[in-house]
């Protein structure tokens, strides 16, 4: 059984980098064809997504969040990682960590306990 | 972008009810749309993907129908665990969840 854990800081600095880390067990993220995503939740608000990478290491981002974003994969750690640059007030959220049901599928069967981060002074 | 429309917000109902919650995408995606249940402080649920196939492990009482650009969930007879906040997720261009339905006890 797959099973995902986000980590990393709870607060971030506006204007700065937030940056987590979703660990994997039961699974690797260089198992062929499946995606590895990164999906968040302002508080009280519906999901985001925000992008994935493949196992191949290639990677896809929401369009609105591209140019901020950054995700990519640790094959040796069995990680994968998010970066996300000049956060502000709005970049509040609960974060996951997920990865697709199957092979080459874009919907979301297993999924971290989820992470919040405040951005704040 | 495509934008995904659920409707109602906020469903009032008993244990037992049919209930049905609707998913419209401002444009057509086939039938590339998923569905999650959200209880609170929890990750979502996978429940439906590709509109009308049912997730290993979910109850029979769940089902979905629809394609192009509207979509419905039917929960047959609600039971105490399905009270929750539902999402649908299109996945044809890039992925975008609706505004979500939360499925309250009236």
């Known amino acids: 059984q797959v099973q995902l854990r986000e980590s990393g800081p709870r607060l971030v600095k506006p204007s700065e980098t937030l940056s987590l880390t979703c660990t994997v067990s039961g699974g690797s993220v260089s198992s062929a064809n499946y995606y590895w995503s990164w999906i968040r939740q302002p508080p009280g608000k519906t999901l985001e997504w925000i992008g994935y990478v493949f196992y191949t290491g290639s990677t896809n981002y929401n369009p609105s969040l591209k140019s901020r974003v950054i995700i990519s994969r640790d094959t040796s750690r069995n990680q994968f990682s998010l970066r996300l640059n000049s956060v502000t007030a709005a970049d509040t959220a609960v974060y996951y960590c997920?990865?697709?049901?199957?092979?080459?599928?874009?919907?979301?069967?297993?999924w971290g306990q989820g992470t919040l981060v405040t951005v704040s002074s | 972008d495509i934008q995904m429309t659920q409707s109602p917000s906020t469903l009032s109902a008993s244990v037992g009810d049919r209930v049905t919650i609707t998913c419209r995408a401002s444009?057509?995606?086939?039938?590339?749309l998923a569905w999650y249940q959200q209880e609170p402080g929890k990750a979502p649920k996978l429940l439906i993907y590709?509109?009308?196939r049912l997730q290993t492990g979910v109850p029979s009482r769940f089902s979905g129908s629809g394609s192009g650009t509207e979509f419905t969930l039917t929960i047959s007879s609600l039971q105490p665990d399905d009270f929750a906040t539902y999402y649908c997720?299109?996945?044809?261009?890039?992925?975008?969840f609706g505004q979500g339905t939360k499925v309250e006890v009236k």
């Open positions: 997920a990865r697709g049901v199957g092979i080459y599928d874009y919907f979301w069967g297993y």
């Open positions: 590709d509109a009308s």
């Open positions: 997720q299109q996945y044809n261009t890039h992925q975008t």
């Open positions: 444009q057509s995606i086939s039938s590339w």
